[in-house]
């Protein structure tokens, strides 16, 4: 499986983006998905994550309520949309898959990894 992050830009505090993972492979549906982010001079921490049909999907305290993840197998991608976006969303997102369904937050589960897209939040 093969992903490709993408939809990051520059947003003013208050505003909204929607990132999308678009992935290769047809066995895609199978896959959880779990999104990322790596804010500036810190390490990568977990976003929000969504299981093969959908039917369970997990966010960080930090961004449930304003953000959601969702998924289109139809067309192998996985959406996160980011709404009321605060200056500390700042960071660039990476989209990963893995097969399991367990464990959403576990960074080290992810097998498959896309190259991240930068969202920059002003203030």
């Known amino acids: ?23 290769s492979g ?3 549906s199978t896959y959880t998905v779990g999104w990322f ?7 990568r921490e977990f976003v929000a994550a969504i299981t093969w049909n959908g039917g ?4 960080a305290d930090s ?10 197998n139809a067309k192998n991608t996985v959406y996160l949309q980011k709404n009321s976006l605060k200056p500390e969303d700042t960071a ?18 992810y097998d498959y990894w896309g190259q ?3 969202v920059t939040v002003s203030s």
């Open 92 to 109: 660039v997102y990476f989209c990963a898959a893995d097969r399991s369904q367990l464990y959403l937050r576990l960074e080290r589960k």
């Open 37 to 43: 982010r790596r804010p500036p001079g810190k390490g």
């Open 26 to 28: 047809r066995t895609f």
């Open 116 to 118: 991240g897209t930068l």
């Open 63 to 72: 961004v449930k309520d304003r953000f959601t993840i969702s998924r289109d």
């Open 1 to 23: 499986v093969q992903l490709q992050a993408s939809g990051g830009g520059l947003v003013q505090a208050g505003g909204s983006l929607r990132l999308s993972c678009a992935a």
């Open 56 to 59: 369970v999907t997990d966010y």
